[in-house]
């Protein structure tokens, strides 16, 4: 027993044979394998048999044991080869140090034996020290204390190697890599470099596992309740222990509880009490009891696993013991051979009859919709798998997941897979018993792996399963249903509202939905209620036979249904603990409650619910009503009953009829219950300790609607009942308080407070964690961007945290991470964040990461445009019609909106103000001018000076209660002047739109809007009495085409009048003018108006007819139609011979981008011909995008997308085309198949092929061909000679580059792709691709420039001209350490001596020791070292440059240039400076205006680009032909800065090396002063020091003197430490508290009995 437990050996974790990495050992693996095969016959064999089960009808028990006995042979085949590949290791990555620390220790203990017995070296001692060539000591010297001493330091020895394992196999492994270059003379292997870098990602990711992951533990113990029986009084229900679970009754009344019961979580603070049981009811006993639960902690590995095996088979038998619908006997037809009996394939045909069985309508509607559809009988997965998908399964497996009771993990399947011989047989093998409806023994094995749900918690019934099962049994799952069963699935349409085990649906878009939900309900102000309902044991619940049905309906054949149901009903557990895994196992007996439920681990478990879950959703949405979303047209309307993630769903209700919280809590009550009694007929139940509800419902107060507290609806209550009619009460939480669901913490009212606490609580554990760890420079970057930052802003795709609390949570990773990576806490963030092409550290910034993920989502979403994008859209229209704006919010994010409902909507389009950018969306609806001098009456009420929030917000509310957006809407009919009925609230327009619930405004709140009004459009008139018109300052002109909201009475155009039948119907008496056009008679009636009418009113002649009062006036809005022009290029088009291409049966296209890296143009090109070669007609065009991620890739599609469009757009998509293109990457790209994942959204130029990829759609017969491009610079042919798609390539390449040199910087951003339904800006540039480096670049860059205009002094226009995009390359290539270096020194934050002195530590060079040390000094420095070392850096920067052919007219005067700054000759004698043309003179004039040390910090003017540019030859093509690689201008100017850069690492190197060097005189500087102190403490050290400290100062006055620097250092650091601890001491005596030695008393030592009294 130790601390009163039983302990037990805990087991060696498993080790794998070998790793694939192994190259050697995996193909000694193989060859033994085959081998193995071969002897055995293994692969004839297993033909034989497949063979010999294809000609039977059915497989008898003699056939299903051969292949079991032959399955056998296969596995310890495989684990037979594995032994012989590899030894088990224990941890410990094999290098040449840990083999040569064993083989010490080793030696030492003979050593010692020797010693011990008394006897001389034998020869395995002497060889033994040979080979480790160590020198052997007389044995007669060496003492036994000796001998054990050097065993303990050879021990220790190995464990400082153990500890540093994956550093010393790394420098094994290249050292064997050296030996092998300079045997062979070549570069070393390719896999002895990964196996390299393995040893090296494998140590590190092992040590940051170990730093930064949460404390789990293997399960060692559980904890076991004492007693049987617990009370919880607040609730009223009675909790029973039953073999490991607690079972919940409901009360009866008055003590009593009912009999039966549902698995639930007591509280921790339930009571025991003492029960007595009838057939019908419980009656507590003592319910006034105080006693609170024991519990007993079991260690016993015997005791645990009896425990366990009761536990995990009662969970899994509740389903059973709880009656579920499909357990009834009226249902077990249906279930009858493992789901796939006739009634059951009766039922997916449609040809059952269910009234035969006595069923729930829930489950009637369940089975009606299971029938199959004449497509989904179609379809059907294949049986049997094929060598390519078994090699495709094992291949995207992961190598380390656990698996395999036998032993076979994935590391053997993966490697056997490589093999075809292998890969075919496996796949044939693991098929069979999926084609014959058998189960192979062996996959009946799985292990029940025990573990800890929540950290440190042991409670038995608080545990989790993992189920363990054979690899090949996975991965035919995971074949079967990721490739086949889930996209028929898909195909047949899934309900939109289930986000789990989808591709493409991930949790945080599922959350951003339930966050768009609730913010939509706070801009409409109606009552929205929410149930977050979590199912009990989702996996554990699920029926396999059940599941068969589902599987079978989506193409499962019966047998693989039946195989698959049976093994996993008949598994035999064992359960795995820190103890291992358990003999004895646990299964169903005859006679007992049967078990139910799949394996958590088990690959199809989730596309099974999600399967089986949609048709649910499905149902429910068909039968509640849910919640109705709507935009302000009522055109785009989403419905919905929830959202569901795997097992946990929100149901949703809202109060449609009165928005009162009476409603919403009985609609609510009816849906959740409608979910509890859908998924109650599959098997599962609500963990009602789980569930709860919330509501958002609103009350007046003022002119506003407020949320509603819970103490104005206290009385009402939710109540769900299980399928046994058992009632619980569910919880209510406030409106404020977070639903933690999806890794989120969500708020009805849009509160952030608790997610924000939540990921700074997780910043804070992490920077707790890095600050008392040691790291190297690339551990420090991988912890931060692999572990770090992913876990703290995994929600900031739909958080909108403050600056303020951004700042908090970045203080926290910076301060933790920044030191780690040689970066000074003090340097700006501007240069910390920004990116590498401006001289950045490119470290991440927490804001930027906000930006990034929240913008890239909602854009995603949009282009996706499924369920969110109609969710996002509606949400911008009704934020539209809240911000009264004109122009869309999304596009015009510069005004700021501050009375805008704050949410995600507000914020993203904050945050895009900031960084100048916006988002177009198609089709999204914002309101439109209705006359000329027309205005948005809150953007004119934004532009009053010193308006105040609170003012515009009241205004607001007025201008939503009269249900007006501009001031034309308010004016009378002649718009001169403003009603005063429309400023004192006793009119309100009718109006189409469908706007939020408003409550009348307060009259102090019209005064405000009359003020306002009055300040911003009738300044001429303001004092206007309150009941008179108020004239306008400017005077409404024509009415425009447009369309309107409001809905006036009458109507005109040039000849008739439409007069509304009644107000708020679309019915119109039409009548027309008589000849004189004096009046209008009535001619009929009419639903619709022509656009081209107006509002008028009308006077009434004494006749009957009649006649306007205004004049037909009417114009177009031409600052609309060009904003709403369509994304045409400024295109220059022939279309001469449009004509003969519409005539032609067979067209044939060819497009060409061209693009220049050193000017940032592009252009295309692209021509049309008939098959005879007539009919051309051609166009070319500049592309307008970002110019810094311009590329010819961009150039290709954007000439490609003209030429579709002009074809569609003229009508010659009817034809047979065929358009040609010579960059292959685009034809690929455009040919695969659609793909509108998130995934797919995010690759380069998605919107563009998106856009294509549409419009090809429309065309009847269009294919696209890649033909070789520049063949006219390949050979000599003849033109003549070319194939016609040749020559009109080489014609497009020659015109796309013509048009790209008369390219010119576009000054208005480029019109949206059509199509791509939504774009992103920044400023003027399309973000086409890399969407987060330019959020980045938004973000960053504008505040970077503003920092180096201050940095190095110069004109703003100056930054400009550096070249970023050369130094951006540089950077680019540069190892970490390197990068962060050089940013320092570029923006002088090198750990100099000028920056030692603001810490007050000395500035002097460490080299000469006679001036400041600055950064220029290391260039100046006189120091012999520095300077030799400054000249052969020169030199090896000018070879550099002659090497990459830069001219000598440009590298020699900048060369001049850095030896001139460094104040040393110029390496070339002979050169003139004078001889310098006056171009490059020009150059090095703008050079130096940048700042005066720019050269040397990298800073190269744009103009050095140019200059190489113009002097670029190419090189003549190589002796085989082919073209020679040659850099040009920009990657030679990358070379220059690059060849500087150099300069200076060395210069820092050789600094260092002398500072740290014994000729340092900084250190000899430092040492004089530290020996004064030191020679202080001597004297003084009975003041200075406590006295068992005085040892550190007694040394010999002689021996100080000779200490090297860095040891003095070291020795006075130690000293102020113990100075400043005995200060402390002798500060807390004077306050008068006493150590603990002054507590001690001499005791007398007590005398031995056996010796008697001495006295």
């Excluded at 919709?369 to 049986?383: D, G, H, I, N, Q």
């Excluded at 939503?960 to 957006?965: E, T």
Aim: charged residues 30%.
């Amino acid at each position: 027993m130790i601390f009163g437990d039983d302990s037990f050996c805990p087991i060696q974790g498993y080790q794998r044979e070998f790793r694939l990495y192994d190259i050697k050992k995996k193909r000694i693996y193989q060859e033994e394998l085959k081998k193995i095969y071969d002897h055995q016959r293994i692969i004839e064999r297993v033909n034989e048999l497949a063979e010999k089960f294809e000609k039977k009808i059915q497989l008898d028990e003699e056939d299903i044991k051969d292949y079991n006995r032959l399955d056998n042979e296969i596995i310890r085949a495989i684990k037979a080869a594995a032994a012989k590949a590899g030894r088990v290791n224990f941890g410990y990555q094999r290098s040449k140090d840990l083999c040569e620390a064993g083989a010490t220790i080793r030696l030492h203990k003979a050593i010692l034996s020797s010693i011990r017995n008394n006897m001389e070296y034998n020869n395995k001692i002497i060889n033994l020290a040979e080979t480790l060539r160590l020198k052997l000591d007389d044995r007669a010297k060496i003492t036994l204390k000796q001998a054990i001493t050097n065993v303990c330091e050879a021990w220790k020895a190995k464990q400082v190697i153990e500890r540093e394992d994956s550093e010393r196999r790394a420098g094994w492994l290249e050292d064997l890599a050296a030996e092998k270059a300079l045997e062979t003379g070549q570069e070393p292997d390719k896999a002895l470099k990964q196996m390299i870098q393995a040893a090296r990602t494998k140590g590190m990711f092992t040590r940051l596992r170990a730093i930064l992951r949460s404390a789990w533990s293997a399960l060692d113990y559980i904890e076991v309740p004492n007693e049987k029986w617990y009370l919880d009084k607040k609730k009223n229900e009675l909790y029973e222990f039953d073999n490991g679970i607690f079972v919940a009754h409901a009360s009866a009344g008055d003590d009593l509880f009912e009999q039966y019961g549902t698995i639930k979580i007591p509280p921790n603070d339930a009571i025991v009490v003492n029960v007595d049981a009838s057939v019908d009811m419980l009656y507590v006993r003592d319910p006034e009891s105080t006693k609170l639960a024991t519990w007993t902690k079991v260690t016993k590995p015997e005791e645990m696993e009896e425990w366990l095996f009761k536990r995990n088979k009662r969970h899994l038998q509740q389903m059973y013991i709880e009656k579920s619908p499909p357990t009834t006997s009226n249902f077990a037809p249906i279930l009858e051979d493992y789901g796939t009996s006739m009634k059951a394939q009766q039922i997916l045909n449609g040809t059952f009859d269910l009234g035969t069985l006595d069923l729930g309508p829930e489950m009637e509607w369940l089975l009606t919709a299971l029938k199959m559809t004449e497509s989904e009988k179609s379809r059907e997965v294949p049986s049997r798998m094929s060598r390519e998908d078994f090699q495709k399964v094992m291949k995207i497996q992961d190598e380390t997941t656990t698996s395999s009771p036998s032993g076979v993990h994935y590391t053997l399947w993966k490697a056997l897979a490589e093999i075809d011989d292998l890969a075919e047989m496996h796949a044939l093998w693991v098929s069979i018993p999926f084609m014959y409806g058998i189960v192979c023994e062996r996959h009946k094995q799985e292990i029940d792996c025990m573990l800890e749900k929540k950290i440190g918690v042991r409670k038995i019934h608080i545990l989790r399963i993992i189920g363990l099962m054979e690899g090949d049994f996975n991965a035919y799952l995971k074949w079967a249903f990721n490739i086949h069963i889930m996209p028929n699935a898909e195909e047949e349409g899934l309900s939109p509202n289930q986000w789990g085990g989808r591709k493409g649906r991930s949790a945080i878009a599922c959350a951003l939905r339930k966050l768009l939900t609730w913010e939509y309900f706070r801009y409409v102000k109606e009552t929205v209620v929410s149930f977050p309902g979590d199912l009990q044991s989702n996996f554990d619940r699920m029926l396999p036979s059940f599941n068969s049905i589902m599987a079978m309906k989506n193409g499962m054949s019966a047998t693989a249904s039946k195989c698959r149901a049976a093994t996993v009903e008949q598994f035999e557990r064992p359960v795995r603990t820190a103890a291992g895994t358990s003999v004895g196992t646990y299964k169903y007996e005859k006679g007992e409650e049967k078990m139910g439920g799949e394996v958590q681990g088990k690959p199809d478990n989730m596309q099974l619910w999600t399967i089986t879950s949609s048709y649910l959703l499905n149902i429910h949405n068909r039968v509640c009503q849910g919640v109705t979303m709507k935009d302000p047209t009522k055109t785009i309307i989403s419905k919905r009953t929830g959202d569901a993630y795997v097992d946990d769903k929100d149901t949703l209700a809202s109060a449609p009829e009165t928005h009162s919280a009476e409603e919403g809590a009985e609609n609510i009550e009816r849906e959740a219950q409608t979910w509890a009694n859908l998924v109650g007929i599959v098997g599962q139940a609500f963990a009602f300790h789980k569930c709860f509800w919330q509501m958002l419902c609103w009350m007046r107060l003022g002119g506003y609607f407020i949320p509603t507290p819970r103490r104005m609806f206290a009385d009402l209550n939710v109540w769900i009942k299980d399928h046994r009619g058992m009632a619980s009460k569910i919880q209510y939480k406030d409106h404020d308080s977070p639903n933690e669901g999806l890794g989120v913490k969500l708020c009805p009212t849009g509160n952030q407070r608790p997610e924000f606490e939540k990921r700074l609580d997780q910043a804070r554990e992490y920077s707790s964690r890095v600050n008392k760890t040691r790291f190297q420079i690339g551990e420090a970057w991988t912890a931060l961007t692999v572990n770090v930052l992913p876990s703290v802003t995994y929600s900031f795709s739909i958080t909108r945290f403050t600056k303020a609390q951004l700042l908090r949570i970045s203080r926290l990773v910076d301060n933790a991470f920044l030191p780690k990576l040689g970066i000074n806490r003090k340097m700006k963030r501007t240069a910390v964040y920004a990116p590498l092409e401006y001289g950045g550290i490119n470290f991440p910034s927490i804001e930027t990461i906000q930006d990034q993920k929240g913008i890239a989502l909602v854009m995603r979403q949009l282009q996706m445009g499924k369920e969110i994008a109609l969710d996002l859209k509606i949400l911008i229209g009704r934020a539209q019609l809240e911000s009264g704006m004109i122009r869309p919010i999304m596009d015009d994010t510069e005004t700021m909106i501050p009375y805008l409902e704050p949410g995600l909507i507000r914020h993203l389009r904050e945050r895009l103000g900031e960084m100048k950018g916006s988002i177009v969306i198609e089709e999204i609806w914002y309101p439109e001018l209705q006359r000329e001098h027309d205005e948005s009456i809150m953007e004119r009420l934004l532009q009053i000076p010193e308006v105040k929030k609170r003012e515009l917000e009241h205004a607001n509310q007025c201008r939503k209660y009269m249900r007006v957006i501009t001031i034309a809407e308010m004016t009378t009919m002649c718009g001169k002047f403003i009603p005063p009925n429309r400023l004192n609230g006793k009119w309100r327009a009718k109006s189409t739109l469908e706007g939020p619930r408003q409550p009348p405004p307060t009259k102090e709140m019209w005064d405000i809007f009359r003020r306002l009004i009055k300040r911003a459009f009738c300044q001429k008139s303001k004092y206007t009495r309150i009941a008179n018109r108020v004239p306008l300052d400017k005077n409404m002109g024509a009415w425009y085409r447009a369309t309107r909201h409001i809905q006036y009475k009458e109507y005109r155009t040039r000849v008739k009048i439409f007069q509304q039948s009644e107000m708020g119907t679309s019915t119109y008496d039409r009548y027309i003018t008589n000849e004189d056009r004096n009046y209008f008679v009535r001619e009929d009636e009419c639903l619709q108006l022509p656009r081209d009418a107006h509002p008028i009113t009308v006077s009434n002649s004494k006749a009957g007819h009649l006649i306007a009062d205004q004049e037909y006036e009417i114009k177009d809005n031409q600052a609309l139609i060009e904003y709403r022009k369509s994304d045409e290029e400024e295109e220059d088009t022939d279309e001469s011979n449009l004509a003969t291409l519409l005539k032609a049966d067979t067209l044939i296209a060819c497009s060409d981008g061209s693009y220049d890296p050193i000017k940032s143009n592009a252009a295309f090109n692209w021509r049309i011909v008939t098959q005879d070669e007539t009919g051309l007609t051609q166009s070319s065009a500049p592309v307008n995008t970002n110019p810094k991620y311009l590329n010819s890739y961009r150039a290709e599609f954007a000439g490609l997308r003209s030429l579709v469009r002009y074809m569609k757009k003229n009508g010659l998509h009817t034809k047979r085309v065929t358009i040609y293109c010579d960059g292959k990457s685009c034809i690929d790209a455009i040919n695969k198949p659609q793909n509108d994942s998130l995934t797919a959204l995010e690759k380069s130029e998605s919107d563009i092929i998106k856009a294509i990829r549409k419009m090809a759609k429309e065309f009847d017969n269009l294919s696209f061909a890649w033909v070789k491009g520049h063949q006219d610079e390949d050979d000599n042919t003849p033109e003549k000679d070319r194939p016609l798609e040749v020559r009109m390539n080489i014609a497009c390449d020659l015109a796309a580059k013509e048009c790209m040199r008369k390219c010119t910087e576009p000054t208005q951003r480029a019109r949206p792709l059509e199509g791509a339904i939504a774009t992103l800006y920044f400023g003027n540039n399309m973000v086409t691709t890399n969407m987060k480096e330019q959020i980045q670049y938004a973000a960053q860059v504008p505040k970077m420039k503003k920092y180096i205009k201050s940095r190095l002094k110069c004109k703003e226009h100056i930054v400009d001209e550096i070249n970023w995009a050369a130094i951006g390359r540089a950077k680019g290539r540069q190892k970490l350490h390197q990068s962060i270096r050089t940013s320092k020194m570029m923006y002088g934050w090198l750990n100099v001596g000028i920056q030692k002195k603001y810490m007050g530590q000395d500035d002097t060079c460490p080299c000469c020791g006679n001036a400041k040390e600055t950064q220029i000094h290391l260039y100046r420095c006189p120091h012999k070292d520095m300077r030799a070392t400054l000249r052969s850096s020169i030199a090896e920067a000018k070879s550099k440059m002659v090497k990459d052919r830069i001219p000598s007219k440009i590298y020699d005067p900048l060369i001049g240039e850095i030896c001139r700054m460094a104040k040393i000759d110029h390496p070339d004698r002979g050169y003139d400076e004078e001889k310098t043309t006056e171009n490059i003179n020009q150059t090095l004039k703008k050079q130096r205006s940048i700042a005066k040390e720019a050269i040397l910090r990298g800073f190269f003017h744009k103009d050095w680009t140019e200059h190489l540019n113009e002097a670029w030859r190419p090189l003549p093509p190589n002796p085989n032909g082919k073209k020679a690689y040659q850099k040009d201008a920009m990657e030679q100017t990358t070379t220059l800065v690059t060849a500087v850069w150099d300069i200076f690492e060395k210069q820092w190197k050789q600094r260092n090396e002398i500072l740290h060097g014994t000729d340092s005189k900084l250190l000899e500087g430092r040492k004089t002063q530290k020996m004064i102190r030191y020679k202080e403490f001597v004297e003084k050290k009975y003041d200075m020091l406590r006295r068992c400290d005085h040892h550190f100062v007694e040394h010999n006055s002689q021996e100080v003197l000779k200490w090297p620097a860095q040891k003095m250092l070291r020795v006075l650091k130690n000293l102020e430490i113990l100075h400043k601890q005995y200060m402390k001491e002798v500060k807390l005596e004077q306050e008068g508290y006493a150590p603990l030695t002054s507590y001690f008393r001499p005791v007398r030592a007590a005398t031995p009995p056996c010796l008697g009294d001495p006295g």
